[in-house]
Nanobody
Framework: QVQLVESGGGSVQAGGSLRLSCVAS????????MAWFRQFQGKEREGVAT????????YYSDSVKGRFTISQDNAKNTVYLQMNSLKPEGTAMYYC???????????WGQGTQVTVS
């Protein structure tokens, strides 16, 4: 099993910034992709950003491209999501996900709430 613990969520004014952190522990052998998802109230979870921790390839959804940055610190088993120029429509629960072998099957964290007003 893989355990993921997110932190860094909170309330911020439009135009502000937050940095989310996700610490991975447990059986992390073969966890080659890490991602951030978000879920708006009453909606399905959607992908925001992905990073391949072996080659640092990244992917961003069109809605956050240019404003959000995903990064890693392998020594700390931690992935970050730097969110700049936040918009009220970005208010959601943000989830960290770990993907063994980048297969599309995820382990999930408990989520951290981001509220933009």
């Amino acid at each position: 099993q893989v355990q993921l613990v997110e932190s860094g969520g909170g309330s911020v004014q439009a135009g502000g910034s937050l940095r989310l952190s996700c610490v991975a522990s447990g059986d992390i052998v073969g966890i080659y992709c890490m991602a951030w998802f978000r879920q708006f109230q009453g909606k399905e979870r959607e992908g925001v950003a992905t990073i391949n921790i072996r080659n640092r390839w990244t992917y961003y959804s069109d809605s956050v491209k240019g404003r959000f940055t995903i990064s890693q610190d392998n020594a700390k088993n931690t992935v970050y999501l730097q969110m700049n120029s936040l918009k009220p429509e970005g208010t959601a629960m943000y989830y960290c996900a770990a993907d063994r072998f980048c297969s599309g099957s995820y382990y999930w964290g408990q989520g951290t709430q981001v509220t933009v007003s």
